[in-house]
């Protein structure tokens, strides 16, 4: 049973509420790298980290368009709190992968997040008797400062084998691993996206799951291909931000003139037109991923499977609406001129986190190709 409509629009408020005290303190989520402690916690504590978890772990199991709308509030306010939302909420649905004792242990507690990383070369997880010693290092885990738990992919090695059989991911208390700071960087700084190592650390086989384990619960969120909500999701973060970014130049223009000028800039062709393009290119791009992601849904729940069609589109839209946020922040620091290049203004920040997506996995210029081979009728890869 997913979450009643009354449930949903109590949540969607208390989101709303969330998201301006986010926005409140948006320098200090970027001066500190971090969600501040107070904010992360309540987050925590009102169940924002629990957006995806079954209801049998005392989630809300949101709709996954609900989901998205939440994610879209944080994002206009924060871009670096809307990922660690969607970046966390996303990697729980991994829940139903392992024992029930096991889900009950990490993601029963209200105030245990889980975040993620990928594996550097060379890490890796020997079988000994009673699960593995893990051993390597493991970047890019967002929202690490406020996480409880983290989760390292890793290639399995059985005892003498040179090569892997296979790839696993193992659960961790946080505090058995090593934090390792990398993360300065000019975009999604408030993501705390730190690395961490683990240096032959047990894991018990039970705190662990293989890449193609079942999910134990039916619900149609279940369903969908964890690189479906994560790419969708964070195309949502890309278009809050530069939504964000969009309206406050446009507020801008209406006061600011130009050198040796006397019109308002908002008064000038040029910025009627560029305003123009950039609110065409937005709402198309929100409208395709919009359009895509419900289909998805209404396939997940009428079928409790995907379509390749389905799995397609929502690669494709979240894919072209990150870079299309790109393009519309771009117009929104051009309208700006000196105005859009101070650190504490609307509008760097804005730019530098949605071009930082961009860079990211989900933005990569190859998923066109695979959306490409498919619609050619070739077999497609990639990701999706």
């Known amino acids: 049973m997913t979450a009643t409509q009354t449930d949903v629009s109590q949540l969607l408020e208390a989101a709303d509420e969330l998201a301006s005290r986010v926005g409140a303190v948006a320098d200090r989520i970027e001066a500190e790298r971090r969600m501040p402690p107070e904010i992360a916690e309540e987050l925590a504590d009102r169940g924002f980290f629990r957006l995806l978890l079954p209801k049998s772990l005392g989630g809300s199991e949101l709709e996954h368009p609900d989901f998205l709308k939440v994610v879209s509030l944080f994002a206009q306010a924060d871009a670096s709190a809307a990922w660690c939302i969607n970046q966390n909420n996303v990697f729980s649905t991994n829940s ?12 029963g507690v209200q105030r245990n997040v889980v975040t993620n990383g990928p594996p550097i070369p060379g890490s890796r997880a020997d079988v000994v008797r009673g699960g593995y010693r893990l051993s390597g290092r493991w970047n890019f885990s967002s ?25 696993r991911t193992f659960l961790l208390p946080k505090d058995e691993v090593k934090m390792v700071d990398v993360w300065q960087v000019g975009g999604l700084r408030g993501t705390g996206s730190l690395s961490f190592e683990a240096d032959g650390v047990f894991v018990p086989a039970s705190r662990s799951y293989p890449d193609n384990a079942v999910s134990s619960e039916r619900g149609p969120i279940y369903i969908i291909p964890t690189t479906l909500l994560f790419c969708s999701g964070f195309a949502t973060v890309a278009l809050g931000a530069a939504r964000a970014g969009l309206d406050a130049a446009i507020s801008l223009t209406k006061s600011k003139t130009q050198h040796f000028q006397r019109e308002r800039l908002s008064e000038l062709a040029t910025t009627q037109r560029m305003v123009g393009q950039a609110e065409a290119r937005w709402n198309a791009a929100r409208s395709y991923l919009g359009e895509s992601a419900l289909s998805m849904w209404a396939g997940a729940k009428a079928n409790l499977s995907l379509t390749m069609d389905e799995r397609i589109a929502v690669r494709l839209s979240s894919t072209h609406a990150i870079r299309e946020a790109a393009k519309v922040v771009d117009t929104a620091y051009a309208l700006c001129g000196s105005s859009a290049i101070f650190a504490t203004g609307p509008i760097l920040r804005r730019f530098q986190d949605v071009h930082t997506i961009t860079q990211q996995v989900q933005g990569r210029l190859s998923h066109y190709d695979t959306a490409g081979q498919y619609y050619l009728g070739t077999e497609p890869e990639g990701i999706f």
């Not at 139903?96 to 993601?107: G, H, L, M, N, Q």
């Not at 929202?143 to 059989?165: C, D, F, K, N, R």
């Open 96 to 107: 139903v992968r392992v024992s029930r004792d096991t889900a009950k242990e990490i993601w």
């Open 143 to 167: 929202g690490i400062p406020h996480a409880t738990w983290v989760a390292a992919l890793t290639p399995v090695y059985q005892p003498g084998a040179a090569e892997p059989s296979g790839m």
